[in-house]
């Protein structure tokens, strides 16, 4: 299985732009989250979804935008680029099974820079 | 609100040493908790988890961590520290949201050097 996938790697944006960070995984999970890694700041949600078409916010969602049309798909939108996005993204998800027990599966990463 | 304070964002120790790295936890409802490994440019990978079983909990690569309720800690450790340990390691709690879902809450985490 490839897991969670997180299409770019990397990515060096102007500010102003917009830019969709692409996140799938092959395990049917239901539940999907997008985090944001800072140094030192460990990490923060920004988005989740604990299902197709329904999504909420986490943390820091100011500036950024998600959708969820199917189970494997989780976007996440940034449409007016800011150096304070500059940050490394990570992508998880997990099948929940009756309780707070489970496994958060991660991606490798997008590692975006706002000049 | 649940919420995990690692003490300690570096920590360093001799190849072969003790690692004891901390976590204290806050919660009002009993906690979830979870140790996480980040090797350099990777992802996060589950070390281990505390779900209300038994309180010592072992995790891969030797790794284990013993849930205190009394002293609200979730402390990590290996008894024999190796090279490839060096990383960065983040506590989390699991903590519901409205509508039955949830969510992790990560300490800053502790960035772990191993020196030979």
């Known amino acids: 299985n490839a897991g969670v996938t997180q299409t770019p790697k990397f990515r060096i944006l102007k500010i102003g732009q917009s830019m969709t960070l692409q996140c799938t995984q092959d395990m049917n999970h239901n539940y999907m989250y997008w985090y944001r890694q800072d140094p030192g700041m460990g990490l923060k949600l920004i988005y989740y979804s604990v299902g197709a078409g329904i999504t909420d916010k986490g943390e820091v969602p100011n500036g950024y935008n998600v959708s969820r049309s199917t189970t494997e798909d989780f976007p996440l939108r940034l449409e007016l680029a800011a150096p304070s996005q500059t940050s490394v993204y990570f992508c998880?998800?997990?099948?929940?099974?009756?309780?707070?027990?489970?496994?958060?599966?991660f991606g490798a990463g997008t590692r975006l820079s706002v000049l | 609100a649940q919420s995990v304070t690692q003490l300690g964002s570096h920590v360093s120790v001799s190849e072969g040493a003790l690692v004891l790295l901390r976590c204290n936890y806050s919660?009002?409802?009993?906690?979830?908790l979870f140790w996480y490994v980040q090797y350099p440019n990777q992802g996060l990978q589950l070390l281990l988890k505390y779900t209300s079983a038994a309180t010592l909990v072992k995790g891969i690569n030797g790794f284990e961590a013993e849930f205190k309720k009394s002293e609200t800690s979730f402390h990590l450790t290996k008894p024999s520290a190796h090279m490839s340990d060096a990383a960065e390691y983040f506590c989390a709690v699991s903590v519901p949201t409205q509508g039955g879902s949830e969510k992790l809450v990560f300490g800053k985490g502790t960035k772990l050097t191993v020196n030979p």
């Open positions: 998880a998800s997990i099948l929940l099974q009756g309780g707070p027990k489970n496994i958060q599966y």
């Open positions: 919660s009002s409802v009993p906690p979830y």
